[in-house]
């Protein structure tokens, strides 16, 4: 069997993408299923899109998800160069066998040239006039001209490119993954140009090439890309190649399901569309990795938008999903993108987190001054207590903040709702009972408290939620008694006088 080699092959024309991460994923995925490569490849050909920091963005982003490339620009590999900027000398020869073999021509049309037609045609009612089989031999190329005009042409003309002839009245089919049988009629495409006037190929013809010579087995991409699959289909015939197996991914919709997630809605919607903070110059986007989630769970929010294993089991491990990944599960329609349930995923890893590792990732997500106020042992402590409660690694401190702080208000509606000089009394007394308590543990301080409610018939439903809004400021927070043990008696007795002070202008 063909040894497996997928690649990644992104434009280094901005941030990475949350669509772009998916599609690394799912190549990652069915590189690691079938013991096969990983390719990242830099598809840099056009100059006039290039961005500065776009590449490196892209990788460290790849890093941070656990999805590195087993060959790359940086990994290396026995197919480089990697970045298709440094493989140019490779795609000349090509578009030139093209040309020799009848399937390709040069053509010689200026920008205004190429206009002109295109107004021409609109007044024939013509609308959207392309450069095919019905325009081509109107136009200056080597098919229309003499071979002493195109020689001449050549020499002279700055803005030479080569154009695919593509066949008149043929069906192209393929099978897709995703597709199944996709056919195009041949006489609705255009002959596209594979080689610009610069000598750089465009991406058609760079991409075919490099899958070729990196012998890529399958390629796995965007559904943006499949009508240029016609084309590509053509080329690897024309050039005598076997094509890989195509699997063309559904789209990313919006949260509302209707329409393609693109960059501005992130924005627009208040959540991120990209794995990191990407500074765009005049506009900053916060990224994933700021907001708060761990690579692991955003990993898995992906991995089921537009794919999920047959038994639906929604958490899985990167090893569970390489092994349960096919490429035939892969569904058609668009993915909705719901960054609730990205939340809930998230949480769900942080409960399965070990106290460890958490205390080290919300080192970016707290103050920092958190980490010198209080000891490693206080924070493991409200680590394990807000777990279940933390959805984001910065919740740690912005959903727990009295549990660093006194709290400076008290729910006043909660605390009319059951104060009265006798339950102020009964207070003063649980006080004296917790500053006396010789053992200072979430159990036996639940035992002293319920108990001496309960042997006085007190109300659980009065006493509890007002001692809650003494330590906490509101009727919050994870246990009682787990947070007076981690607050510590000094801590609680100082709320507790403060929280007293504060109920009597309230009676
Ligand atoms: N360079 C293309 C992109 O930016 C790659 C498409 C493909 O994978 O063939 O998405």
Redesign the pocket.
């Known amino acids: 069997m063909k040894t497996i080699r997928v690649?990644?092959?992104?434009?280094p024309?901005g941030p990475l993408h949350i669509g772009?991460v998916r599609?690394a994923l799912y190549n990652y995925l069915f590189a690691r299923k079938h013991g096969g490569k990983f390719i990242l490849r830099i598809?840099d050909t056009d100059q006039n899109r290039y961005v500065e920091g776009a590449e490196d963005y892209i990788r460290q982003s790849l890093n941070w998800l656990g999805l590195s490339p087993d060959e790359g620009p940086v990994q290396g590999g026995d197919y480089g160069p990697y970045r298709q900027s440094e493989r140019k000398h490779l795609y000349k020869e090509y578009a030139e066998k093209l040309i020799e073999a009848g399937h390709a021509y040069y053509a010689f049309d200026s920008a205004e040239e190429l206009q002109q037609m295109r107004e021409d045609k609109e007044k024939e009612d013509v609308h959207s006039a392309k450069y095919d089989q019905s325009t081509r031999l109107d136009m200056k190329n080597s098919l229309s001209l003499s071979a002493e005009e195109t020689d001449q042409l050549l020499m002279d003309c700055p803005h030479t490119v080569v154009r695919l002839k593509v066949p008149e009245g043929e069906t192209i089919s393929f099978d897709d993954k995703v597709r199944k049988r996709v056919s195009f009629n041949s006489s609705e495409l255009d002959d596209k140009v594979i080689l610009k006037a610069d000598g750089m190929p465009t991406?058609h013809l760079a991409?075919i090439v490099d899958?070729h010579l990196m012998e890529i087995s399958h390629?796995?991409?965007?559904e943006?890309?499949l009508s240029?699959t016609a084309h590509h289909i053509l080329m690897y015939r024309f050039l005598g190649w076997e094509p890989p197996v195509f699997t063309h991914l559904p789209l990313l919709l919006k949260p509302s399901g209707k329409g393609k997630l693109s960059k501005r809605d992130g924005s627009k919607f208040g959540f991120p569309v990209f794995p990191m903070e990407w500074d765009a110059g005049d506009e900053k986007y916060s990224g994933f990795k700021e907001e708060g989630y761990d690579p692991a769970a955003l990993v898995n929010f992906l991995v089921l938008l537009g794919w999920h294993p047959s038994d639906d089991t929604e958490i899985l491990d990167k090893e569970i999903m390489a092994e349960l990944f096919e490429l035939g599960q892969i569904v058609k329609s668009g993915a909705r993108f719901d960054i609730e349930k990205a939340l809930w995923f998230n949480q769900q890893y942080i409960m399965s987190f070990e106290d460890d590792y958490i205390l080290e990732q919300i080192k970016d997500h707290v103050p920092e001054s958190i980490f010198s106020r209080y000891d490693e042992s206080f924070l493991k402590e409200l680590i394990r207590l807000m777990k279940p409660r933390a959805r984001l690694y910065g919740e740690f401190y912005t959903e727990a903040r009295y549990l660093y702080e006194m709290p400076d208000s008290y729910d006043e509606k909660q605390v009319v709702k059951r104060i009265s000089s006798e339950v102020m009394d009964v207070l003063e007394d649980l006080k004296n009972m917790v500053l006396d308590s010789t053992e200072f543990n979430a159990e036996s301080l639940s035992a002293v408290i319920k108990g001496h409610l309960s042997e006085n018939a007190l109300k659980m439903g009065v006493y509890l939620p007002l001692i809650r809004i003494m330590m906490c400021g509101a009727m919050t927070g994870p246990d009682l008694f787990e947070i007076f043990a981690l607050l510590g008696k000094a801590s609680v007795i100082e709320r507790w006088d403060r929280a007293l002070e504060a109920f009597r202008s309230y009676l």
């Open positions: 690649r990644f092959a992104p434009s024309t772009g599609t598809e991406y991409n899958d390629v796995i991409r965007g943006e890309w240029s």
